[in-house]
């Protein structure tokens, strides 16, 4: 044996001693945290929210600045949200979580932190959470939390929207079919089924491609849904009959076990009331004149009630018209209309603003046989669902109109909302909505039928505009 030989076997012999001391050493060292962690729910499905609840407790007797709680995941997720009760900066890496704790005081001191991610695969999902502290160097607290990810089911869901206000016989109806996949899977060859009344006539479908129809039934087949996947079927209709029209849509998929049946289904019923002739008297009330603010022709038109009753509101009817009615709210029977939605006692009478494109921004001729005024059931103008958008300009202008401008997006619809009340307390909607042909929109309130009185004739008027769907 050389003596070279024999100097390095002493010093392996060294540094195994020198291990075996740290080791035992490192043994001995009390820990400087405590962790419990829980996790909810489990098992989970696929892509929905799996929340981890953290609990740290500082054991020592000093101040640890900087300590980690880092979580690490065996699989693919995507962070939902963290919340904690210290502050703490999270540093989010490749499947990786970490609190930093920038002060966590001793003598049982704790921490509770909560973690939300979305598991991206299936079978176990392993959290292991390790809490550190480097300065100075403490003992690690470490655990493993073990998930049962599945693979989850489709929920699938209809839904029915419009129409958006009463309907008369030989009215064209608009409404929508909504369906969409709310489940953790997604599911193939979905279809929906239509159920239309008797005596309709369908005007048109959008989109129009996938859809059959065979004895009043649409079937609409719209393919794949994944998750979170929504599409939608805008329906048009003509109603030939009075009274009651039940509209029913079913949604279903082969080889899907859809658990929630309670969203398969939607019945919307329309109470379609008669054409009452003889009630309410329609007449012009001024020359056509091109108004230059607006690019429209205008002219007034004067509906009177001279029944034995007050009508809740009334309809009129612009028959055999070669132009286009701007301020139109709907279709019957392939002529547009417009609403007033305030009742109209006997003999009283209210003036509405009719608003035409006309090219040539001449004069054309509209003769009192071509307006035909109905009463109706009351109108409910209740806000529709939307995204609240800030008014940047309300002006009186010198006719005692109202002008309003909002901020826009081409070809996105908007609905102006008015009040006498300065906190909305009774807001309507204005008609009919608006769809933007810049990104800036001005509106003038000019009374009925746009909305139910002139803003001169009120006390007071205030204006909020929503985007909708």
């Known amino acids: 044996m050389t003596k070279s030989f024999q100097r390095g076997v002493r010093r392996a012999a060294f540094a195994v001693g020198l291990l075996t001391v740290l080791m035992a050493g490192r043994s001995l060292a009390q820990p400087s945290f405590t962790l419990s962690v829980s996790d909810a729910p489990d098992p989970i499905q ?20 900087d300590v980690a709680v880092t979580n690490r995941f065996s699989g693919p997720v995507q962070l939902v949200g963290t919340t904690n009760s210290r502050p703490a900066t999270v540093l989010v890496t490749s499947n990786t979580v970490t609190f930093v704790i920038s002060s966590f005081p001793g003598g049982g001191q704790f921490t509770l932190l909560s973690l939300g991610v979305r598991p991206l695969g299936f079978g176990d999902l392993t959290n292991t959470i390790t809490v550190t502290s480097f300065n100075p160097v403490t003992t690690n607290a470490v655990t493993n939390v073990i998930t049962r990810v599945i693979e989850g089911q489709p929920d699938l869901a209809i839904a029915i929207r419009g129409p958006a206000h009463p309907v008369l016989v030989n009215d064209w109806v608009s409404y929508t079919l909504a369906a969409s996949n709310e489940g953790g899977n997604a599911a193939q060859n979905v279809t929906v089924s239509n159920n239309l009344p008797a005596d309709v006539k369908l005007i048109s479908l959008s989109p129009s491609n996938g859809v059959t129809t065979v004895s009043n039934v649409l079937e609409w087949s719209v393919g794949r849904l994944g998750i979170g996947d929504a599409r939608e079927l805008k329906v048009t209709l003509q109603l030939t009959n009075a009274g009651l029209a039940e509209i029913h849509a079913a949604i279903s998929a082969p080889n899907v ?33 091109f108004n230059p603010q607006t690019g429209l022709m205008e002219q007034t038109v004067r509906v009177l009630n001279v029944g034995p009753l007050a009508v809740p509101s009334s309809r009129l009817i612009v028959v055999d018209l070669t132009n286009r009615l701007y301020n139109a709210v709907g279709t019957n029977d392939g002529n547009p209309f417009v609403i007033h939605a305030a009742s109209l006692e006997t003999d009283q009478s209210v003036d509405l603003l009719l608003e035409y494109f006309v090219p040539s921004r001449l004069p054309v001729i509209v003769e009192d046989a ?10 409910e103008l209740n806000p529709p669902a939307g995204s609240p958008l800030l008014v940047t300009l309300v002006t009186n202008l010198a006719n005692g109109d109202i002008l309003i401008e909002f901020p826009s997006v081409p070809g996105q619809r ?56």
């Open 257 to 289: 076990l859809d658990t929630n049946l309670v969203n398969n289904t939607a019945t919307t019923n329309l109470l379609v009331g008669p054409l009452l002739p003889g009630l309410l008297v329609a007449s012009n009330a001024s020359a056509m004149t």
């Open 370 to 379: 071509q307006l035909r005024a109905f009463p109706m059931l009351a109108m």
């Open 46 to 65: 696929a892509n929905q929210t799996l929340t981890y609840f953290i609990n740290v407790t500082n054991v020592t007797g000093f101040l640890l600045p």
């Open 414 to 469: 908007y609905t102006v909302l008015y009040s006498s009340d300065p906190g909305f307390a009774d807001e309507r909607a204005a008609l009919p909505s608006i769809v933007a042909p810049a990104d800036r929109v001005q509106w003038i309130d000019d009374g009925p039928p746009k909305t139910v009185s002139r803003p001169a004739s009120v006390g007071a008027r205030f204006y909020r505009v929503i985007q909708t769907p």
